[in-house]
């Protein structure tokens, strides 16, 4: 197929980060039996957090931080009586702390842990959603977009003229609900992309821009050129999870456009297995991808779209003289 040549090299894996509230303290009193271990489950830490433990015990401990999906051991050291330690989080997910008493008494301790999300990682997150934008434009003929991460007063995101407004409730509500962070990666994908749709279809005066059953469709489309068709799986099956009783409910009282998301997740699933879904996309593609992008994709097999790349590119070339 010739899309192979065409796809956009999109980097978002970390883009979970900013779901995690800025900073969280516990307070921690264990009594633990001779040679005994207790654990503490970590949920949802993200990459670039703090974590900060101090306490002050009536013996020594060992101290072990450790993933929960791959037992990979973070931090493990011998604790005096009384100790703080700083740990940095470099990967995001599930982990587990473990405290054992290795001596032959009971041991007592209290103390805190704290977790905050450090700012380098926020401006990480900024810098990713600027190179976003900066890897459209080097596929399409567009305006720089203006991806925002803000605080919202509810869970949503937003398209608003060349600006998408990622709210961090939202993320930190797909990151609550998806089962894990591989699915909470793929619907932040697709929140982006169906944002990102209004943008461009926006930009490129689209008369159906605010249909969000057609922004939908582009979303999966700009998903495929990502190479992460199973994000457009992983949104329907989001979908399917809504109660389409209250749903209904709130598109009446809102004057809402969405579609009920049982119906989105139909849509989306029939698209993800359309091989025909770019194709029948290119007539409106075409005129906004850039030239050597263009060029790349001219040797299709398809007559009709060959024709038309030609037909586009020859309008871009200067007049000759006379």
């Known amino acids: 197929m010739f899309f192979r040549a065409f796809c956009l090299p999109l980097v978002l894996v970390s883009l979970a980060s900013p779901s995690v509230a800025a900073e969280k303290t516990l307070p921690i009193a264990l009594t633990l039996p001779a040679g005994q271990s207790k654990s503490a489950r970590l949920q949802n830490v993200q990459e670039g957090s703090i974590i900060t433990l101090a306490a002050q015990a009536e013996c020594e401990l060992w101290l072990d931080l450790m993933r929960e999906d791959n037992d990979l051991r973070v931090f493990a050291s011998k604790m005096p009586r009384e100790w703080s330690t700083v740990i940095r989080i470099v990967e995001s997910g599930q982990y587990l702390l473990y405290f054992h008493n290795r001596g032959d008494k009971e041991c007592s301790f209290k103390g805190e842990l704290n977790a905050r999300l450090d700012t380098q990682a926020g401006a990480s997150v900024d810098q990713q959603l600027r190179r976003l934008s900066e890897q459209l434009q080097k596929v ?148 906004h991808i850039q030239s050597d992008q263009l060029r790349g994709i001219s040797t299709t097999k398809n007559p009709e779209l060959a024709e038309r790349i030609a037909t586009e590119l020859a309008s871009r070339q200067p007049a000759s003289p006379k």
């Open 140 to 287: 399409f003929i567009m305006e720089p977009i203006d991806y925002q991460l803000v605080d919202c007063e509810s869970s949503n995101s937003y398209a608003k003229g060349s600006k998408v407004l990622i709210c961090r409730q939202h993320l930190e509500m797909l990151q609550q609900q998806a089962k894990d962070r591989e699915t909470a990666e793929h619907l932040i994908l697709f929140t982006l992309m169906h944002e990102t749709g209004h943008v461009l279809l926006t930009q490129w005066q689209y008369p159906f821009n605010n249909n969000e059953d057609v922004v939908d469709e582009f979303a999966a489309v700009l998903t495929r050129l990502t190479k992460k068709d199973e994000a457009v799986i992983s949104q329907a099956e989001y979908f399917e999870q809504q109660p389409s009783a209250a749903e209904y409910e709130h598109i009446l009282a809102n004057n809402d456009r969405h579609t009920l998301s049982i119906q989105r997740a139909r849509n989306l699933r029939a698209w993800a297995e359309d091989q025909s879904l770019l194709a029948r996309w290119m007539p409106v593609l075409i005129p």
